[in-house]
């Protein structure tokens, strides 16, 4: 068993726990305990503690939701329909460990750790758009990822505390929030057509120097 194994297996058994205990020794301890190992065992694979199994348990999370893409026909989807079936997936792996995500939500939360919850997000939603197809690498890269950050989060939240049947009200929330997330590139280029039509100042100032000169 490799390295990232042998952490995969130790973060699964420690989640449960963490329902109760949060990201806590005790969490990690039971943990361990039913793998038959002990806390040494925790700090030699996760040596950074609590922020290190956090930041984990969002790559275990988004791996397991690249790997369920890999089986689906990407090709016959719309981008929109890609983007919303990836943040669909990774909540579905999510799904037996919802309590640990809330407790997960609530330690990134905390100050000394807003760092970290945002490099985790924006590692989520940048494989989100790769996984999509997305190749853009100019303005937009960052716009989208701003934007599909803040349908990742508020969706997440909105899971949390659904009950409706399969998660039905969740997906329809999510839905609605990729349609708003597809109208800014359409947005944005209504506007620049726009803009194409006024007057350009730098063009002007050009003009007037030339004349001065």
């Not at 949390?160 to 597809?182: H, K, P, T, Y």
């Amino acid at each position: 068993m490799d390295r990232l194994d042998a952490r995969d297996r130790l973060l699964t058994a420690v989640l449960p726990h963490v329902t109760f205990d949060g990201w806590t020794d005790a969490a990690f301890r039971a943990g361990a305990a039913d793998l038959g190992a002990d806390i040494r065992e925790v700090r030699r694979l996760f040596p950074g503690g609590a922020r290190e199994a956090v930041a984990h348990f969002s790559d275990w999370a988004d791996r397991r939701m690249l790997a369920a893409l890999a089986h689906r026909d990407l090709a016959a989807l719309r981008l929109r329909e890609r983007v919303a079936l990836a943040v669909r997936l990774r909540l579905e792996a999510l799904a037996p460990y919802r309590e640990a995500v809330r407790r997960s939500l609530s330690f990134l939360a905390l100050p000394p750790n807003a760092a970290l919850g945002a490099k985790c997000l924006y590692r989520t939603v940048d494989a989100i758009w790769r996984a999509a197809g997305d190749r853009s690498v100019d303005f937009s890269f960052y716009t989208k990822r701003a934007l599909l950050a803040a349908v990742v989060s508020t969706t997440t939240l909105y899971w949390l505390d659904d009950n409706s049947e399969g998660r039905a009200e969740s997906w329809a929330f999510l839905d609605r929030r990729i349609a708003d997330v597809m109208r800014i590139p359409a947005l944005r280029q209504r506007l620049g057509r726009i803009t194409e039509r006024l007057p350009d100042p730098f063009r002007v100032l050009r003009a007037t120097r030339a004349r001065a000169r």
